[in-house]
């Protein structure tokens, strides 16, 4: 596991991200060029080694995110960690809005779109269902028997 100051000094090559002291030693990183009202890609990193990644738009990951689409860091590798901070930054730097087609059994077609963080779920020109999060709206599809697909 790498200690507070590697994460630190990983974190401070990405030139495009501010940091931010917050309470009780812990640091968080924006990133002030962010198309999207989401600016804080590193968040509450703490003197133990804790903290988070905002991976919530990354289209690919082969990490858990949670429910404010945040992944922990605390045992990422120098080359994971780095990953995933450009990673994040660039879900956060395209300027077309994100969209995603899915699919159930019976060939019914949803759009996911991502409209101004809300992400809303689209049957046609019809708004089906409108979500906080992406993983909110994820779980839905799922549940409904949605597949994403390419």
């Known amino acids: 596991m790498l200690t507070f100051e590697e994460k630190l000094t990983i974190i401070d090559t990405f030139s495009e991200l501010e940091r931010h002291e917050v309470s009780l030693g812990q640091v968080n990183y924006h990133y002030e060029d962010s198309v999207y009202d989401k600016k804080v890609i590193v968040y509450h990193l703490h003197p133990n080694g804790n903290g988070f990644v905002f991976a919530e738009m990354i289209e690919e990951k082969d990490y858990p995110v ?40 019976e060939n019914n077609k949803l759009v996911l779109v991502n409209d101004y963080d809300t992400w809303n779920v689209y049957a046609g020109e019809l708004l089906d269902a409108s979500f906080a999060t992406y993983n909110s709206a994820v779980d839905y599809l799922q549940q409904e028997g949605f597949k994403r697909i390419e």
């Not at 992944?71 to 969209?99: A, G, M, W």
Request: proline letters at 2%; zero cysteines.
């Open 66 to 105: 949670d429910k404010k689409g945040m992944v922990n860091i605390r045992d990422f590798s120098e080359e994971k960690l780095r990953t995933v901070i450009q990673q994040s930054i660039e879900s956060l730097s395209e300027s077309d809005p994100h969209e995603e087609n899915w699919k159930d059994k």
